[in-house]
C-alpha cells in the first residue's frame, strides 16, 4: 500500500472516533513509558484534512503552505496519547507555532486520561495556517503519569515547521 494511502486510511480510522482504536506503535515503544504521536494535515475550511504534511513516525519534513488574504489555509493537527498497558494522565500543554493567533503560538492545553481499557486517546485541533512565511514550531511541554505507580515521563519535543 503507498505510504500516503496508508497515512490516510489511518486518519481516516482514527477520526471516525475521538477514541480511536488501535494505531500501530511507533518503533521501540513496547507499549512500556507514555507517549504522544501526532499527523499534521491542510486543506480549507469546509475539509482541514484534505492534503497530508507530516506525523511522528516516520518523521518527514513537516511544510505548510501559507494562508494569503483571500485564501486561508486551514490545518488539522491531531494528536495520539498513548497508554502504556495501564491507566495514564497527560498534562501539560503543545504549543502550535504557525497558527494564526495574536500570540506568539497557539496553546493547547493537555488535560487527556487514557484509561486501562484504552490503547490511544485521539484529540484534534483546527487552526488558520499563519500568513507569514517562515519557521515555526510544534512544542510539546507535556508530561505523561501512570496513574498506578505515580511515575511521570516527560514529553518534550520541538517540531520544525515551514510555512512558505
Known sequence: MHK???VAAIVAAVLSST???KLPEPPGVAGGPPH???IIMTGDRDNPDQEFVCQSDPRNDCVLPVSRPGEQVFS???FYYH???TETKYTG???IGFFQASAAAYKVQADTTVKKTESIVNHSVTGVVTSTPGTYALTFAVE???T???KSQPIRERVSTVVK
Request: contains cysteine; aromatic residues 4%; glycine residues 12%.
Open 4 to 6: 500516503l494511502s496508508m
Open 19 to 21: 477514541c480511536a482504536k
Open 36 to 38: 504522544i504521536s501526532w
Open 76 to 78: 488539522d493537527v491531531h
Open 83 to 85: 497508554g502504556a498497558r
Open 93 to 95: 500543554s503543545i504549543d
Open 144 to 146: 505523561g503519569t501512570v
Open 148 to 150: 498506578e505507580t505515580g
